[in-house]
Structures are given as C-alpha cells and as structure tokens.
C-alpha cells in the first residue's frame, strides 16, 4: 500500500479502467482509449515481462521493487490515446492528447502562458532537424518508457532521481560538491535583495566526449532553488544533459528539465516521467538530442541554446526554449520561496560533473 500511493503520488492513471486498451480502429469501442498497432505490442510485452527473465545487467533490488516499477507503467498507460509515434535518435515518443499527460491528469485546465515573452535571445538555428519534429496539434510527444529500462534501476525512486543513489544529497554549495562526488564550475547571482521572478541563460551547447565507462554525467544548466516551508530545497532546472547510461540516452546531449521539492529526497523527475510538468507544445522538444550542426565544435562555430523560468501572477513557472514558451511547473508543487518569488531565491549557472568513482575526470561542456 506504501509503495502503490508513492507511484500515484508521482504519476496517476490517464485514465482508471481495468481492460486492456483497444487498437486503434474504426469498429472500436469510442469509450475506450485507442492505440496504434505497434504501441499495443509493446504494452501487451512489456506488461506480461517477468522478473525472471530479466538480464544480467538489471539492477532492480527485488520482486517487491519490480512491481512497482510495473505498477508506475501501468499509471503512465493506462487509458492513454496513441495518435501516432515519434522516433528520435532510436527513441520513441507517443503522441497523445495534450489532457492525457501526465502533469493534467485530474486537472481541469491548462495555465495561460504569460502575458509577456521570453526574455532570452531567441533561437539562433532551428532546434531540431524537420523529421519527426512534432506530434499533431493538441497532441504532445511522451516518451516511451518500458520495463527493462527501469529494472537498470535499483528501484523507481532511484530511477527518477537526477543522480545516483551513492552520489548522496545534491548541494550547490561549491565547497560541498567533492563530498559527494559531484563537481562544479558555477556562478551565482547577486540580486541586492530584489525577488525574483524569473531568470535564463544562453548556454552553449555541447555533446563532450566521454573516453570511458567511468564517465557518468556531464551537465550544462541554470538553477533556481530556494527554501520550502520546511526548510527543504525546492529547485528549477533547465539545460543539456550527456548520462548515456540513463535511460539509453545515448552518446549526444539533450535537452532536460528536472525540479525537486524536497532536496532531492522522494521528489523529482526529469521531463515528463512524472507529473510535475506541464507541456504545451507538440514540438518533441524534451528528451532528444539536436541535429548534429547544433553543437559547438572545439576551435570552429559556437551554438547556443537560450533557457529561461519566468513566474505567472498564480506562481507557476513557465519554461521557455528558444524564445518559445514550452509549458510550466505548477504552483501547487511549491511552498516557501519558489511559492512567492521572494528575494532568497537563489539563481545559479555552470556545469557540473559526475563520475563513478568520484574523481573530477568527466569532460564538463
């Protein structure tokens, strides 16, 4: 029961039924949710996968921790409409009613974007190649996750996290950060007291090259991150991200957002594994990498990739890439600080790196 309501808590059900959802056809019953031929398959494969068979290479801690692992993808699933799929980079990205994502599941409208623009320079390239850029208008790409993937996971927590379970509690104070592994080349904004009600970068945009296994993550993002109400660290994320063992996201950066409301404890998810975020577009802008003359080459062009948080009058907080507002955290998810765009708000820029043995070898971009 524990662990059942933890996997509501991040991620509810589109839609709660017990029968199997229907392909997509004209004789179909309307009042169930339909699916593509292809992502049918997969659900029926990767529901009915047993423990047993998993690989070597699977982490998972137990059966206890496997079914949830199976009970987070039955949430995620079931009762979903696939439209059609989307394949970037080997992944695939569903395309499903904007209302059946996971950060609108049991809510009853979607925010207005604010009624000013981005701030930040606006794109300077187009940010993904013309194939498989979007899903339909009112659909939003999600990404496919199955269960072989989570079982690389201890557990679902630990799935979700932005770091490893060894790697400790994340702190962005410089003079923490050989404590856990971590390493940082940052700045941090002084704003004489004046709150904050939004903030952004133009990032330079880079897929390093890791020259083995022992390189683990390296990042390039702003931070925003205050205090909650209990004194816990809540925080906005946004940037590119090389982790190719997350997620078999391979070797190119892409583009992540994350947010933690408990110092990265029990909540946190990147993108859209949870339902923290709201997305708005049907461009496939999270979770994939760029077409390959958008990143910087050493001694040749330098690309850009412009990221800002801005706070709407009812405290949500609305991501923009590129000059285009994308979605935005909910305000319900924040106390303290990030809840009233107060001047401890603390704003942060850089790169940070992570190998497995804790060593400040990981090529940072």
């Not at 209302?99 to 930040?120: E, K, N, Y």
Request: proline letters at 6%; charged letters at 20%; a negative charge.
């Amino acid at each position: 029961g524990i662990r059942d309501r933890y996997v509501t808590g991040v991620q509810t059900c589109a839609l709660p039924i017990s029968a199997d959802v229907r392909v997509q056809q004209g004789t179909a019953d309307p009042g169930f949710p339909r699916v593509t031929e292809e992502f049918s398959r997969f659900r029926q494969r990767d529901a009915a996968f047993p423990f047993e068979r998993l690989p070597a290479t699977a982490k998972v801690a137990d059966r206890a921790a496997f079914a949830q692992m199976q009970r987070y993808l039955y949430n995620r699933y079931n009762g979903v409409t696939v439209m059609r799929t989307l394949r970037s980079d080997g992944h695939a990205f569903d395309c499903i009613p904007l209302s059946q994502q996971p950060g609108l599941r049991g809510v009853d409208r979607v925010a207005p974007p604010p009624s000013t623009g981005p701030s930040g320079s606006g794109a300077r390239k187009p940010p993904r190649a013309a194939e498989n850029a979007a899903c339909n208008e009112g659909t939003v790409p999600l990404e496919r996750i199955g269960i072989e993937e989570l079982a690389k996971a201890s557990s679902l927590r630990d799935f979700l996290a932005k770091r490893p379970a060894h790697g400790g509690r994340a702190s962005m104070a410089p003079e923490a950060a050989a404590s856990d592994g971590h390493y940082y080349a940052s700045v941090f904004a002084d704003t004489e007291d004046s709150p904050i009600g939004g903030a952004g970068a133009d990032i330079s945009l880079w897929s390093p090259t890791f020259r083995s296994s022992n390189d683990y993550m390296s990042i390039s993002q702003i931070w925003l991150f205050g205090e909650s109400a209990s004194r816990q660290q809540q925080t906005l994320e946004v940037g590119w991200q090389l982790r190719p063992s997350y997620r078999d996201w391979g070797n190119k950066s892409i583009t992540f957002i994350y947010s933690t409301q408990d110092g990265y404890n029990a909540t946190g998810c990147h993108n859209l594994e949870c339902g923290d975020f709201v997305q708005i577009v049907s461009g496939n802008v999270l979770g994939t990498p760029y077409a390959a003359n958008r990143y910087s080459a050493s001694n040749g062009e330098q690309t850009l990739l412009s990221v800002e948080y801005q706070r709407d009058s009812g405290g949500n907080w609305w991501l923009a890439l590129d000059g285009t507002w994308i979605g935005y955290y909910k305000a319900a998810l924040y106390s303290g600080d990030l809840a009233t765009g107060n001047s401890a708000i603390v704003l942060s820029a850089g790169g940070e790196i992570l190998a497995n043995d804790h060593t400040p070898s990981t090529p940072m971009g």
